[in-house]
C-alpha cells in the first residue's frame, strides 16, 4: 500500500451495525461510513476502509446501530407550545372551541419562532433530521430550521379565512409565492403550498395552488380525508367525496402529499393510483383524535409510497418518529388483520426513503448510499431495555424510542453528540417556553 491508494476524509463513523435502507431489509455488522464535506463517500467494511481511507476524525459506536436520518413529513411545530393544552376531545371540537381561538389570541412571529426551536430540539433528539411543517408564517419557520442546519419541507397556510398570517386567500398566496421564490434553491429548505383543508379551501384557491404548484414545481401537502364526518359532510353539501373534488380541481398529482387518509373507499384507491402521490400516515394523531384508521398495508400493495408524519405536538402529544413507527406498524397489523403487514424494515421505510420520495430527493436523502447527503443517525441499543439484540431493525421499531438516539449529523455537520444537541440553546429556550406557558395559562 503506497500514499497514492490512501484517500483522505473529514469523518469516519464505525457501526456495530448499520441499515443502509437501500438495498431493502438488509442489517450490515462492522462497517464504516465515511463522510466528506456534505456527501457520503463510501459505506464499507471496517476491515476494508483501514486500507483505503484516512480521516481527521474517527468515531467508534461499537453498540450502536447506524441508519439514515428520520423524515417527519407532516407536522405543526410551533403548536409544540400548545403541547396538552386541549386533550381528550374530538377533532372538530378539539379546532373550533380550543386551538383555532388559541391561535388567535397567542401566535405571533415570535410564538412561531419559539415554538419551531421547541419542535426541533424535539425531532433532533429523537433521531428526524428532515421535517414537514404546515403552519402560520412560514417564513419564521423557514429561517429558524436554516439557521439551525436542518431540512425542512415548508407548507405556507392556505384556507378561506383570515387568520394572524392574512387576510385571506389572496394575500396567503401573494407571501407563499414570495416564500417559494425566496426559498426554491435552497438545499436545506423545501417551500412548499398547503391549503388546509377540503372543508376550509373553496375552489378557486384550490386552482390558483395547483396553478402555483405547475410554475414552481413546488409541492402541495393537504390534509385530505381524516375523518368519516368530513367525508359524510362533503357528501351531503356536494355528492361527492372530497378526493374525487380534489382530483376534478387537479390537486391529486405526483407532487401532492395527502395527510391522514383514514377514510378509504375502493373509489378513492382508485384516484390515488391513478393521479399518483404520497400518503402522509400519522397514526398516533389519528387514535388520540379517534379519527380513524389509515389502510397502510392496502395502500402498500396498491404501489401507493406512504410515509409518516407526527402531526402537531398538541395532538399527538410527541414528536418522537421512532414511538410513530412502533404505532403504525401495530396498526397495520390490526387493520390488515396480518401480523405480518408493515414489517420493521418496511415501516423504517416509511420514515427514510419513502419520505424522501414524497419530497422529490430520493437521489439524496433516505438511505446510506455513497453520493448522497450525510444525513445519519446513530441508536444506542445498549441499554437494559434494547438486550439482546438479534434483529437491530426489530429493535428500532418495537423496542427503541427516540431517547436512545445518540449522534446525528445533517449536510455532514454534526446536530447530536452523545446526547447533547450542538445547535440550540437549550438552557435559553426553555426559559422561553416557561414564558410562553405562563402567557397561556394566565
Avoid at 467508534?60 to 400548545?82: C, E, R, W, Y
Avoid at 409541492?219 to 375523518?227: M, P, R, S
Avoid at 424510542?401 to 452523545?418: E, K, M, N, T
Wanted: aromatic share 6%; proline share 5%; hydrophobic share 45%.
Amino acid at each position: 500500500m503506497t500514499a497514492d491508494t490512501i484517500t483522505a476524509a473529514d469523518t469516519r463513523i464505525n457501526a456495530r451495525w448499520l441499515i443502509p435502507v437501500e438495498p431493502f431489509g438488509v442489517v450490515l455488522e462492522h462497517q464504516a461510513v465515511i463522510l466528506q464535506g456534505s456527501r457520503i463517500v463510501a459505506v464499507v467494511p471496517q476491515a476494508d476502509a483501514d486500507q483505503v481511507f484516512r480521516t481527521r476524525e474517527t468515531l467508534n459506536l461499537d453498540q450502536h446501530v447506524v441508519l439514515p436520518g428520520l423524515i417527519n413529513l407532516h407536522g405543526h411545530t410551533a403548536m409544540s407550545l400548545f403541547r396538552g393544552m386541549a386533550d381528550d376531545l374530538p377533532l372538530m371540537t378539539w379546532l373550533n372551541d380550543h386551538i383555532w381561538p388559541a391561535e388567535g389570541k397567542f401566535v405571533s412571529e415570535q410564538f412561531v419562532l419559539d415554538g419551531t426551536r421547541l419542535a426541533m430540539a424535539e425531532m433532533l433528539r429523537t433521531g428526524t433530521t428532515t421535517f414537514s411543517d404546515m403552519y402560520f408564517f412560514p417564513e419564521v419557520t423557514a429561517q429558524a430550521a436554516h439557521d439551525a442546519g436542518m431540512r425542512a419541507q415548508v407548507c405556507f397556510p392556505l384556507m378561506d379565512m383570515p387568520t394572524v398570517w392574512g387576510s385571506g386567500p389572496d394575500e396567503y398566496l401573494r407571501k407563499g409565492a414570495d416564500l417559494i421564490a425566496h426559498w426554491q434553491q435552497d438545499t436545506f429548505i423545501m417551500p412548499a403550498i398547503g391549503p388546509h383543508a377540503p372543508y376550509t379551501v373553496s375552489d378557486q384557491p384550490l386552482r390558483a395552488a395547483v396553478e402555483l404548484s405547475h410554475q414552481t414545481g413546488a409541492a402541495i401537502q393537504i390534509h385530505l380525508h381524516e375523518t368519516a364526518f368530513e367525508v359524510e359532510e362533503a357528501l351531503k353539501a356536494s355528492g361527492q367525496r372530497p378526493i374525487a373534488r380534489m382530483a376534478d380541481l387537479g390537486i391529486l398529482g405526483s407532487n401532492s402529499q395527502y395527510v391522514h387518509m383514514t377514510q378509504i373507499s375502493d373509489s378513492d384507491l382508485a384516484h390515488l393510483t391513478h393521479a399518483g402521490g404520497h400518503v402522509v400516515h400519522c397514526p398516533e394523531s389519528n387514535l388520540k383524535l379517534a379519527s380513524g384508521l389509515c389502510p397502510v398495508q392496502k395502500l402498500i400493495d396498491s404501489d401507493i409510497n406512504v410515509s409518516i408524519g407526527t402531526d402537531g405536538a398538541a395532538s399527538n402529544n410527541d414528536l418522537d418518529l421512532f414511538g410513530e413507527l412502533k404505532t403504525a406498524a401495530m396498526l397495520a397489523k390490526v387493520v390488515a388483520g396480518d401480523a405480518s403487514a408493515l414489517s420493521a424494515h418496511k415501516a423504517l421505510e416509511m420514515a427514510t426513503l419513502n419520505g424522501a420520495r414524497a419530497l422529490g430527493r430520493e437521489q439524496e436523502l433516505g438511505s446510506l448510499v455513497a453520493g448522497k447527503l450525510a444525513d445519519l443517525i446513530a441508536v444506542d441499543l445498549s441499554d437494559p431495555y434494547l438486550q439482546p439484540v438479534y434483529d437491530p431493525a426489530s429493535h428500532l421499531v418495537y423496542s427503541n424510542h427516540g431517547r436512545a438516539v445518540s449522534h446525528s449529523w445533517i449536510h455532514g455537520v454534526p446536530q447530536l453528540q452523545d446526547g447533547r444537541l450542538t445547535r440550540i440553546d437549550v438552557p435559553d429556550l426553555m426559559l422561553r417556553v416557561r414564558d410562553w406557558q405562563k402567557q397561556i395559562l394566565s
